[in-house]
Structures are given as C-alpha cells and as structure tokens.
C-alpha cells in the first residue's frame, strides 16, 4: 500500500479550513449550509446537529455536481458550506474534494460530532 487513509486525511486537512464547534456553532447561526456526510444509521443512533443536511459520503460528488441526474440545489458553489462526519476524517476527505470540484468557500468540522458534543452543543434525534 503507497498511501494509508491516515495519511490521505492529514494531507487533506493540510490543505483546507479546520473548524471547532465554537467556529461552527457561529457559521451555522450566520447561515451556512451544514451538510452530515455520515451514513443513515450513524445520524440515527449518534444524532445530528440541527439543521444540517444528510449526505452520505458515497453519493456527495454526485448531489454536488450540477451535471449530475441526482444533483440536489442545496450544493451551491456560491454558498458557504461546513462538512461534518463521526471524527472529522470522512469530512476532511469530501471537503477537500468538493473544493477540487469548485467549491471554494467549504471547510469542515474538525473532530466531528464527537467534538461538538464534546463541547456541550445540542443534536437532535432522527427517526
């Protein structure tokens, strides 16, 4: 193996915007699109933070691509847009692909959920 996951996750965050929850907290109260790119059974038995959007991990590219059949209006390049997984990993990986795809105002929740609860904020339970 050339290059392991852990490193592909550091050269990625290396290379993008680190939020803490503090920092997120705040770009969701001034608007930004919040998007969980954790699978349905983690949103479900971890919670998610209110407001965020689901999309998982496997179909992003797809939702953010305007040429795509399953593209989804939220993902606008124009906007800003704070991704969010379990630990940070998965997000640093979509954020720094969606700013590949021309999303240049992206950055990610570093520590995931677990850091946002971690610091005391909210999540709301899914069905």
Same mark, same amino acid.
């Given at each position: ?12 965050? #290396? ?15 001034? &608007? ?25 991990? &496997?179909?992003?590219?797809?939702? #953010? ?23 940070? &990993?998965?997000?640093?990986? $979509? ?6 795809? &021309?999303?240049?105002?992206? #950055? ?10 971690? $610091?005391?904020? #909210? ?5």
């Amino acid at each position: 193996m050339s290059e392991t996951v852990a490193t592909m996750v550091q050269e990625a965050k #290396a290379g993008i915007q680190n939020l803490t929850p503090s920092e997120v907290s705040a770009e969701a109260e001034a &608007g930004a699109l919040l998007i969980d790119v954790r699978e349905e059974d983690e949103r479900r038995n971890n919670g998610v933070i209110p407001g965020s959007v689901p999309a998982p991990r &496997g179909m992003l590219e797809f939702y #953010a691509d305007p040429a795509s059949p399953y593209y989804r209006p939220e993902f606008r390049t124009d906007r800003r847009i704070v991704l969010v997984c379990a630990s940070g &990993g998965r997000s640093a990986l $979509a954020t720094a692909t969606l700013h590949r795809m &021309g999303y240049h105002d992206v #950055a990610h929740l570093d520590g995931g959920i677990r850091a946002w609860v971690e $610091a005391g904020y #909210a999540v709301d339970e899914t069905q």
